[in-house]
């Protein structure tokens, strides 16, 4: 039993290195502290998170829901990416206005301005809650009574915890469900943008450079928060004022050096490193590749499209790097996960586990069965999984299919309010007045978007896993894609701006052309479809396996009471540590752990959509003036690597040195680690690092808004 634990105890150590991790900042002093102490931390654990005082986290912004940002200024002034202020340079750009290429700067509080349904929202505690969650739950309660008991309690704890504030409140489980957390922040909706680079400094490289290492773009972007005269959230008005934090980040002008400890604070979206042997396969194997490869057909009709036209270009320029970020990150998980052998090493890991567990009766009963039990579920759940990439990817990828969907709930509520029933027809209604579908949309585009995927729909899923009236509807036309295409687009009201807004616009009257629409009428058939034959028993299987995993982490917390877990990311607050190094992404090649502005030119290609450089920067770099932003060599600095362990929505986040400084901001992972999301591996996994001296350069040389400089506080 001894030698059993002893050998099972080396492989947790292999799978889980000092870098690797998501820590809950209120749980640092009792977790990490001695590790991030002993890596060269100078800060206390109340100096990173305290409830009572000023404090880092105070200055963390979750930003526009999956990114984050930080506060940098007593103004509210805050930095994040470029490609997370994307949407928001995207949706005040016109072809007269072209913020994407020519980047925008308000030169005054005057000039910035207001982007709707935008917002900031900021940590102000956090609260185990486990124990009051699951009160009332017994050995004996079966699983729809556990759900009812833990749904009923969350909602009653969410509101007990912001009675007689302006605060929200949320629970979310941790460890698949073993414990949960109670969060209270606050949100700021009157957020303002103030600058961003062009396109060709904070997007420089475009997709052949996403996800890759060395990086050269100034990936950020300016916006600034603001509340009531009450330092309070309020909707936007020419009466609020830039917000006062309760912590401003100071911004370092020191720079690192390789081994330098570094500490990532943000609000990683989604990872599931406890993941069984049998769900790396099917991702590894089966869900990536398809959804590569799906994607990869939208893509390219986009990007074609976009060469062409400059309207076609900012309509298309969020959906697109939206569609090509998940796309390539999902070809370096896979390519990673089949180079680290991941399969097998969790397949090693699991054959250890039940060793384990079989020395011990009492544990055999209650962990024995779930490697079986897993390979059952997930034999169904990979066929099902299949059918809704399909569904999402190909059939969703549609903007009309997309489009159409939103009217289904539209009907439903009219048909509720001529019945007399309580509906919520006049708000959904408002809503979808509020879309603005067709600012963002491309008829041509859509139509070959749509034969593409049809076509992809039809050679890949069999006839008895589709809808019924969609199968039917292919056979009738001889599985001709191009010829159902013709006929949906010829037929339908949906894509026709005018007529489209003038049926929105008095919608009651103009039911029945709704419901008679053929792109209506095959959406409806395909919603239903999935809805009623698909997704209930993907839902039940995906609800079997998350019970399997507790179960199975709540083996291995017995089994390895001395070692630290870290949860799974799910979108709340957390800090990671690392410190700054390079990597060997194969053999003989070896890459350096920062980039120079001198790397910008050496990929310069005149006129080129992805490696064009302003002619500014051009000059800059030529006289070398780069203020006091370049090391001591001379040398402007541009992004740096670390050993910091990061997913999506770590976008922006702010890279502290040792004291506390900010040193640069968070924009991506290198292509040979996107694999952390479900595997770490401390040799290839790097998070990508904007140095904040290059955007301070690009802010003050380039830009010549340096004002914005006078409200920070630097550091020499």
């Known amino acids: 039993m001894k030698q059993t634990l002893l050998a099972l105890t080396l492989i947790i150590s292999l799978l889980s290195k000092a870098d690797e991790g998501m820590w809950l900042p209120q749980l640092l002093n009792a977790m990490n502290m001695k590790d991030m102490k002993k890596n060269g931390l100078k800060l206390t654990a109340e100096q990173i998170y305290s409830v009572n005082k000023s404090s880092i986290k105070d200055a963390i912004v979750q930003f526009a829901g999956g990114c984050t940002a930080e506060i940098v200024s007593n103004q509210g002034l805050i930095l994040t990416n470029h490609h997370c202020g994307y949407s928001a340079i995207a949706y005040h750009s016109t072809v007269e206005k072209d913020y994407l290429t020519n980047g925008f700067w308000a030169m005054n509080k005057k000039e910035e301005v207001y982007t709707p349904n935008l917002n900031a929202t900021i940590i102000q505690r956090i609260e185990d809650v486990t124990a009051k969650v699951l009160k009332g739950i017994t050995a004996n309660s079966t699983e729809s009574k556990k759900d009812s008991i833990t749904k009923a309690n969350i909602k009653a704890l969410e509101k007990e915890a912001i009675v007689g504030t302006h605060y929200e409140s949320f629970i979310k489980p941790f460890f698949y469900g073993n414990e949960y957390y109670l969060f209270v922040v606050e949100t700021f909706k009157d957020v303002r943008m103030v600058g961003a680079p062009p396109s060709s400094i904070g997007k420089f490289g475009g997709e052949s450079d996403n ?81 590569v490869a799906l994607r990869e057909k939208r893509l390219n009709i986009m990007n074609a499209d976009m060469l062409q036209s400059d309207a076609v270009r900012i309509s298309y320029a969020t959906k697109y790097a939206s569609i090509a970020n998940y796309y390539k990150k999902w070809m370096g998980e896979m390519n990673g996960l089949k180079n680290y052998d991941a399969v097998a090493k969790k397949q090693l890991f699991e054959s250890k586990f039940s060793a384990a567990v079989n020395t011990d009766p009492v544990k055999k009963e209650k962990y024995g069965n779930i490697f079986p039990q897993l390979q059952k579920v997930y034999s169904e759940y ?99 894609a191009k010829k159902i295409t013709e006929f949906l687009f010829s037929n339908t009201n949906f894509v026709d701006k005018e007529k489209a807004e003038t049926m929105l616009n008095d919608y009651e009257k103009y039911t029945n052309l709704y419901e008679r629409d053929p792109v209506f009428y095959l959406t409806n058939a395909i919603v239903k479809y999935y809805s ?147 595997m770490y591996n401390p040799n290839q996994c790097r998070n990508i690092v904007l140095d904040v001296r290059y955007t301070l350069f690009v802010i003050d040389k380039f830009a010549g808004a340096g004002y914005l400089l006078n409200e920070m506080k630097l550091v020499k």
């Not at 990936?219 to 917000?243: C, L, M, Q």
């Not at 509520?413 to 708000?427: F, I, V």
């Not at 995906?542 to 979108?571: H, W």
């Not at 090391?631 to 506390?660: C, E, I, W, Y």
């Open 532 to 678: 009623n034959s698909v997704f209930p028993q993907f839902q039940y299987d995906e609800r079997e396996i998350n019970e399997l995993q507790k179960l199975y982490l709540q083996g291995q917390k017995e089994l390895f009471k001395d070692k630290k877990f870290y949860p799974d990311a799910n979108s709340t607050l957390r800090v990671a540590y690392g410190k700054v190094n390079n990597y060997k992404p194969k053999d003989g090649v070896e890459y350096n752990y920062y980039t120079t502005l001198d790397g910008i030119m050496e990929k310069y290609i005149a006129n080129d959509e992805e490696f064009d450089v302003h002619p500014k920067l051009r000059d800059l770099h030529s006289k070398k003036d780069y203020g006091p932003y370049a090391n001591k060599d001379g040398k402007l600095q541009v992004a740096f690597t670390a050993s910091n362990h990061t997913t999506g929505g770590n976008s922006g986040s702010p890279v502290f040195n040792a004291k506390g400084q900010l040193i640069g901001t968070n924009f991506d992972r290198n292509w040979e680690g996107t694999m952390s999301d479900i």
């Open 211 to 291: 996800w890759m290492w060395p990086r050269h773009n100034a990936d950020f972007s300016v916006f600034r928060i603001y509340a009531n005269k009450d330092n309070k959230p309020a909707e936007y008005s020419t009466d609020n004022v830039p917000y006062k934090p309760k912590h401003v980040i100071p911004i370092s002008l020191k720079g690192y050096n390789q081994g330098d400890f570094t500490m990532v604070y943000g609000f990683p979206g989604r990872t599931q490193e406890y993941l069984s042997s049998y769900a790396v396969d099917m991702i590894m194997n089966e869900s990536d590749p398809l959804k």
């Open 382 to 480: 990979k066929t099902l999984s299949k059918q809704v990439d399909y569904y999402s990817e190909c059939l969703l990828a549609i903007d009309a299919f997309n489009y159409a969907r939103f009217f289904i709930t539209l009907n439903n509520e009219l048909k509720k309010k001529q019945k007399g029933a309580t509906n919520t027809y006049e708000t959904t209604l408002a809503e979808y007045k509020k879309l603005g579908f067709f600012k963002n949309y491309n008829k041509p585009t859509d139509i070959k978007i749509c034969e593409a995927m049809l076509n992809e729909y039809i050679n890949g899923v069999s006839s008895n896993n589709r809808p019924y009236i969609l199968d039917s509807f292919i056979v009738a036309n001889n599985n001709d």
